[in-house]
């Protein structure tokens, strides 16, 4: 996994708890935790870190995986301003990661490898963002989507469905207030 997305975590950890947190979370995987945005690094230290974290919070590794990609999203964001500056609300934002945020990511990380995405309408106005990687981080991808919906003050909601037999999850994504609007 690359550097960035460890940067990412690192400053996700730091403002959910304090620096101090972050070492510790070092110190308990047992990685020295020096993580050039460039460089690849083995995906067991960031299972390793996020294990620590959820040794140390009580939380489900899940949890933290969603609670770490949320306020990491604003990080990887701050990389790209250019690419996302146009997008006027969160569904078009998450409609942009598999054709041009991760192609461009691809570009300026040759050698890393973003997960595949495809998308699809809900007849009831969600999104069905399929996730593929052999990776396994759909926590981390919810996680990832809320923090496109803290951007632009929308809470979404988000249920993953994993595909039995194909490797592939469903994100289906929903606006809260549209759904409500629905069922009032
Ligand atoms: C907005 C700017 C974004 C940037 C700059 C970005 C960048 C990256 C980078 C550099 C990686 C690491 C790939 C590797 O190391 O091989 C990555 C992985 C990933 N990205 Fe993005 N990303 C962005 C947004 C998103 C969003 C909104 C999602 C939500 C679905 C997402 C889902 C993921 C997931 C789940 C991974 C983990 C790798 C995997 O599952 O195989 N990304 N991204």
Redesign the pocket.
């Known amino acids: 996994?690359?550097g960035?997305?460890f940067n990412a975590a690192q400053e996700a950890v730091i403002e959910l708890f304090d620096e101090d947190t972050w070492d510790d979370l070092l110190d308990a995987a047992d990685v020295d935790g020096v993580y050039s945005s460039v460089g690849?690094y083995p995906d067991e230290e960031l299972v390793a870190i996020v294990v620590a974290a959820s040794e140390a919070t009580g939380l489900s590794v899940e949890d933290v995986l969603v609670a770490v990609?949320r306020k990491a999203?604003q990080h990887?964001?701050s990389?790209?301003p250019t690419?996302?500056g146009g997008c006027t609300n969160a569904f078009e934002?998450?409609g942009m990661?598999h054709d041009v945020?991760?192609v461009?990511?691809l570009k300026?990380?040759p050698?890393?490898?973003?997960?595949e995405?495809t998308y699809e309408d809900l007849p009831d106005g969600g999104l069905r963002?399929g996730?593929r990687?052999?990776?396994?981080?759909?926590a981390?991808?919810?996680g990832?989507?809320l923090?496109?919906g803290d951007r632009f003050d929308t809470e979404l909601r988000v249920e993953r469905h994993p595909i039995s037999g194909s490797g592939e999850v469903y994100?289906d994504v929903w606006e809260v207030a549209a759904e409500q609007t629905q069922a009032a």
């Open positions: 996994m690359k960035v997305v690849s990609g999203l990887l964001a990389r790209v690419l996302i934002m998450l990661i945020i991760h461009e990511v300026l990380y050698d890393s490898r973003p997960p995405f963002m996730y990687s052999p990776r396994c981080l759909d981390l991808a919810e990832l989507i923090g496109v994100l």
